[in-house]
């Protein structure tokens, strides 16, 4: 029995639409402004803000992959994924889809399209061996296509390209590895305590959402892979209470 299954199937979609909505008006406000006059504590704020927004386009596609934006209609669901990582960064969606199911498959294990090469264990290195396996030629070439097509078409300033276009959906990467795979993956002096080989972080939930959506209770994901990101803590909770 899936937890939770009263809750409406449209609240997904809601929410979905919410993060699209928010990082797209973000990211016009944010390309059209004068950096120049900003302080340097704005455009910090502003890089974080849109980092973060990244971060929930990525969330958003992931919980497409489970079925979980949509749960009515798979064709929107799947639709709703793939229009989240094209604007995260041009990415297919059939071919994240994939490897995100190899990774639930083969946790933390050399089957693993995620987990690092068995020698480079490091987060530089399994970092950078993570983005390699994502980024393709196609990709790249597509990027470079609409950095042009903003700089000399819709004559967008190239710092403010570079400030909240590029440097934050580079950031997101980090912060998606880090708290989605890094942590909860990595080889430490405490051992998986099953097949899922994961773990949680114990954060409250306030700081939980803002550092990766709810990614970080990851246990808790991997054993509910139907359970959308924003009730991973009430899954949590049930989690915890389960083993007092």
Known sequence: MKPFSSISDVKGLFIAWIIILIW?????????IHISTLP????????AWQTFLYTGLFITAHDAMHGTVYPKNRKFNDFMGSLALILFALLSYKRLIQKHWGHHRYPASQQDPDYHDGRHTGFFAWYARFMMNYLTVKQILGMAIVFNLFLHIFHLPVSNLIVFWIIPSLLSTVQLFYFGTFLPHHESGEPFKDDHRARSNDYKVFWSFL???????HWEHHEYPHIPWWQLPSIRKMTLAKTK
Do not use: A, D, V
């Open 24 to 32: 797209l008006s973000s990211l016009l406000y944010l390309l059209n």
């Open 211 to 217: 550092s990766c959506y709810h990614f970080g209770y």
């Open 40 to 47: 340097l504590i704005l455009i910090l704020l502003g890089i």
